[in-house]
């Protein structure tokens, strides 16, 4: 059998049809059966990167995630302080409609166990680390007043994309208004008043958005 010699542009390939596909048709209706025909690759290439639809559905999120990765393009942001980019990054990232689709074509995964466990390794492993400078900018500005950075970000980012996620808990729009305004009241204690009115808004348009239509 001839090597593949660019198994990651393969990969890419295979995400950005999958991408495309999961958010025309839905996690549900797209088979991997459709996913081959339209790469128009065999089904054991497809199968040799991804053992399960649910796989790839997992990688076809962080790909989306990483394409259009808000932590990064703050950084740009230089007439921004610490406490700004971290709002700037909030907002960016619940307005973002590759985003909005792809929660909404995850949402039937967000019963299993397995993915909610991967949710919190990724919160853990991938978000929190990228939050830490900012919230260590916004303590060197004067933006913000937080004692413990790490522990800071490790709550903010676990109730954020955890506790107050719509796909793991079923909640009306006023009661994820309210867990939004507690995680505000809660970062507004530990020293980080990062959720305004501003970025509250934004987040409730998000839930609006992310509700099956």
Do not use: C
């Not at 995400?15 to 797209?30: A, P, W």
């Not at 128009?40 to 790839?56: N, Q, T, W």
């Not at 259009?68 to 990232?93: A, I, P, T």
């Not at 413990?148 to 676990?158: G, L, P, R, S, Y």
Request: hydrophobic share 40%; charged share 25%.
């Amino acid at each position: 059998m001839a090597r593949n010699k660019y198994p990651e542009q393969t990969v890419e390939k295979i995400l950005e049809v999958s991408l495309k596909l999961f958010s025309e048709k839905g996690y549900e209706k797209t088979t991997m059966q459709d996913i081959v025909n339209a790469l128009g690759m065999s089904k054991g290439a497809i199968y040799h990167h991804f053992k399960s639809k649910e796989e790839l559905v997992d990688a076809v999120s962080t790909y989306s995630f990483m394409k259009r990765n808000s932590f990064v393009d703050v950084y740009e942001l230089k007439h921004l302080n610490g406490l700004q980019k971290l709002r700037w990054v909030l907002m960016n990232e619940f307005s973002n409609t590759e985003k909005q689709e792809v929660d909404r074509f995850t949402a039937p995964l967000a019963v299993e166990p397995n993915f909610m466990m991967k949710m919190i390794q990724d919160t853990i492993t991938h978000s929190v680390p990228m939050l830490i400078p900012m919230i260590e900018e916004s303590k060197q500005d004067g933006s913000s007043q937080v004692e413990d950075v790490q522990m800071t970000a490790e709550i903010f980012m676990v109730l954020a994309n955890v506790w107050a996620n719509p796909l793991f808990w079923e909640m009306s729009e006023e009661q994820f208004a309210y867990k939004v305004k507690t995680i505000g009241k809660i970062l507004d204690t530990l020293g980080l008043p990062v959720i305004n009115e501003e970025v509250k808004q934004t987040m409730i348009e998000y839930y609006k958005n992310i509700l099956p239509k």
